[in-house]
């Protein structure tokens, strides 16, 4: 059942859309994306961005226990866990100069690391230490001697691929970390994006005595069961492109019937591969719908107000060109010409690609195990209503998921273990009497903002809402096009972090 590669993520793999194409046995859509789908085209991915910012790390590795939380034999394996560092800035153990550490994400430590630019530009100003930790199972942090055919083969080694043994991981590596470096005293702030803000936020609150502080940005912690509206994802992708022009949300909205019934008349599923420039032959609409349907979604949680390669490479205000494609007068009433143009901006924008494939089952940043984490503890309803861009009203149908998940691993999803575990219900009342020290960064046209927390909970809980933030774009290096929004919105952030280490180092001359 394994679909074109597509957080939150956050950052999954195997996309869970709502519309008339998707059912609903598929995985919720990961919150980063990886993107591979062009034939014969130069594709830039984020190494290039590594290379215009020199980026400087250095990679070391980590002797991680199994398991962290059983006695049994088994739990005592180890495995090497990397991490990357830079202490280009770092004011030393001597001064206890601040460690910053990102909570890893579903995937390789080191394309999160280069998209990431936030840490590097403000290590000067902390003359902190940057520390990136890749989560357990991705990349290179693989257990079971770095052999994915065995780490990978089955529910009983998955089994220890969870966000509370990611935790744990993380809680050791910088204790251990502080003692190799003789910096016991140095205060530790951690920092994430989709999956990774989700991961900070639950390791401020499980683990306080290690870190003073997280800024969790784009971290959907409420999209779970019973907590906030299963139609929130959704009805933002459909407000997006709304907001743009209520002529491409039409035509998008429109399209999917005539997609369906285009491919079940003589001819037609010829016609779309021609009209969508398919390098294969198209055996349902579906390939089509799906396809379109990612282009979609992806370029509306990164419709960042600048260029970027993080999940390709796209335009500033990518879903503002989308829309230009639609309503362009040129493609007059041809839809399906409206909407290769629309979904070029997504996987063409170099303007090189000879042909598409549509059915790519590509991995290259090595997300795909988050499929696991979507079939176990990270279960994320989503629905649809009438007004959805992706063609109407779709239910979510937890049934179909837990059988997808017994199919394919022999597990039951756990979908209230995660709001037992970390929290989520009565959030506000809740941490405003246990938590503290914690940003919380949205920007409304990420359909994973309504998960979030938009609201202040607390002087030291903050929410940081941005009417054009996309998914965690504070966290993205600067640009000289920046907008005024988001430069201020990196200030307020550095301001509370300042806030947080002051306290820190009053408290602990008084110590």
């Known amino acids: 059942m394994r679909i074109s590669t597509a957080i939150f993520c956050i950052f999954s793999l195997f996309l869970y859309f709502s519309s008339y194409y998707h059912s609903q046995a598929k995985i919720i859509p990961r919150f980063p994306s990886s993107t591979n789908n062009i034939i014969k085209q130069e594709t830039e991915f984020s190494t290039s961005l590594a290379k215009t910012k020199k980026l400087p790390y250095k990679t070391k590795y980590f002797t991680q226990i199994l398991d962290h939380f059983n006695y049994n034999p088994q739990s005592y394996q180890k495995f090497q866990q990397r991490y990357l560092i830079n202490d280009t800035f770092w004011g030393g153990a001597k001064h206890n100069a601040p460690i910053f550490v990102y909570t890893g994400n579903e995937g390789d430590i080191e394309w999160f690391t280069q998209n ?3 840490m590097f530009e403000v290590a000067p100003h902390f003359k902190a230490l940057l520390v990136f930790i890749e989560h357990r199972f991705y990349g ?6 770095g052999d994915t055919k065995v780490a990978y083969r089955n529910s009983t080694t998955l089994g220890y691929l969870t966000s509370t043994q990611a935790l744990a991981d993380y809680a050791t590596l910088i204790i251990n970390l502080k003692q190799n ?6 205060p530790v702030v951690v920092l994430g994006g989709s999956y990774g803000g989700m991961l900070a936020a639950w390791f401020r609150l ?7 502080g997280a800024l969790a940005s784009s971290a959907p912690i409420l999209n779970f069961e019973n907590i906030t509206s299963i139609y929130n994802f959704d009805n933002t992708v459909t407000q997006d492109f709304r ?6 949300y039409k035509v998008i909205k429109d399209s999917w019937r005539q997609l369906k019934d285009t491919a079940e008349r003589p001819g037609g599923r010829d016609l779309l591969r021609k009209s969508f420039r398919s390098c294969k032959e198209i055996r349902t609409s579906n390939e089509v719908g799906n396809w379109i349907s990612e282009a979609l979604t992806y370029t509306a949680m990164t419709d960042y107000p600048t260029p970027t390669n993080f999940m390709a490479s796209l335009p500033a205000y990518p879903v503002k060109q989308m829309c230009k494609s639609i309503d362009d007068p040129k493609t007059g009433n041809d839809t399906f010409a409206k909407l290769l143009g629309a979904a070029s901006v997504y996987y063409n924008n170099s303007g090189t690609a000879t042909c598409f494939n549509l059915n790519d089952h590509s991995d290259p940043h090595g997300l795909h195990e988050w499929q696991w984490q979507a079939c176990t503890e990270m279960i994320m309803p989503m629905a649809s209503n009438k007004d959805s861009i992706f063609g109407g009203s779709s239910a979510w149908n937890y049934t179909a998921r837990a059988h997808y998940c017994k199919v394919t691993y022999g597990v039951e999803p756990r979908p209230s273990w995660i709001a037992n575990e970390y929290g989520g219900q009565n959030i506000h009342r809740v941490l405003k009497r246990y938590g503290s020290n914690i940003i919380f960064f949205n920007g409304l046209r990420d359909p994973w903002s309504g998960g979030g927390v938009l609201n202040n909970i607390s002087d030291t809980i903050i929410a940081i809402v941005a009417k054009h933030g996309a998914h965690h774009v504070d966290l993205r290096f600067s640009n000289k096009e920046d907008p005024e929004w988001l430069r201020n919105v990196r200030k307020q952030e550095v301001n509370i972090i300042s ?3 002051s306290q820190y180092y009053h408290d602990l001359a008084l110590s």
């Open 116 to 118: 990431t630019g936030f």
């Open 140 to 145: 290179k942090s693989i257990p079971y001697g």
């Open 181 to 186: 470096l003789s910096s016991i005293d140095s």
């Open 206 to 212: 499980k683990y306080p005595h290690v870190a003073i």
């Open 243 to 248: 907001s743009e022009s209520e002529n491409c």
């Open 499 to 501: 806030k947080w280490i």
